[in-house]
C-alpha cells in the first residue's frame, strides 16, 4: 500500500532523559547530541526516510488522518546512545485505554490502534538506521554486544 501525503516537518527534539521513556535504557554518557540529529534530520533524513516509509506503510488515508489530528508526529524524540552506538528513538503512540479516554472520535478498533502504533515504530527504527548509516559519522571505540535490545 502507499500513502500519498507531504512529509510533515521533522519533529522538535525534546530535552528530555531518554531513561524516563518506557521503551528506552540508556547507560552511560548524557549528551544525546540532539541539536546534531536534529540539524541531520532537517538536512534530509527525515524527508528521505518519510518518502520511502509512505510508500510501503500499511496505513491508509484514514488512519493517517487520526495520526495527524493526535499530532503523533510530533512527539517523536531521537537521541544518541553513545554507549550502545546507535541512535535511539521514541516513537509514539495511541495508549492501550484509548477507549476509556474517547481518544478520537475515528478510533473504533484495536486493530488501527495496533496498526498506528506499529506503523509509527517501524518509521522511528527507519529513522534511526538512515541516521546511522548515511549521516552520523561520529566516532566511537565501543564495540556493543550482539544482545542488545531494540527500542
Known amino acids: 500500500m502507499s500513502l500519498n501525503v507531504e512529509a510533515p516537518d521533522p519533529p522538535e527534539l525534546r530535552d528530555?532523559?531518554?531513561?524516563?521513556y518506557e521503551d528506552a535504557e540508556i547507560v552511560g554518557e548524557t549528551d544525546y547530541k540532539r541539536e546534531e540529529i536534529s540539524e541531520l534530520l532537517q538536512e534530509g533524513a527525515w524527508e528521505e526516510v518519510w518518502e520511502v516509509w509512505a510508500e510501503?506503510?500499511?496505513?491508509?488515508?484514514?488512519?493517517?488522518a487520526i495520526v495527524e489530528d493526535l499530532e503523533l508526529v510530533r512527539e517523536?524524540?531521537?537521541?544518541?546512545?553513545?554507549?550502545a552506538d546507535r541512535v535511539g528513538y521514541h516513537a509514539p503512540g495511541i495508549p492501550e485505554d484509548w477507549q476509556e479516554r474517547e481518544y478520537h472520535?475515528?478510533?473504533?478498533?484495536?486493530?488501527?490502534?495496533s496498526s498506528i502504533n506499529a506503523e509509527l515504530t517501524e518509521f522511528g527504527q527507519m529513522v534511526c538506521e538512515?541516521?546511522?548509516?548515511?549521516?552520523?559519522?561520529?566516532?566511537?571505540d565501543y564495540e556493543p554486544p550482539d544482545d542488545l535490545p531494540e527500542f
Open 16 to 20: 528530555i532523559d531518554p531513561n524516563e
Open 56 to 64: 510501503d506503510t500499511d496505513l491508509d488515508g484514514s488512519e493517517y
Open 76 to 83: 517523536f524524540d531521537f537521541f544518541w546512545d553513545s554507549f
Open 105 to 113: 472520535p475515528d478510533l473504533e478498533t484495536w486493530g488501527t490502534v
Open 130 to 140: 538512515v541516521l546511522k548509516e548515511e549521516y552520523i559519522d561520529w566516532e566511537s
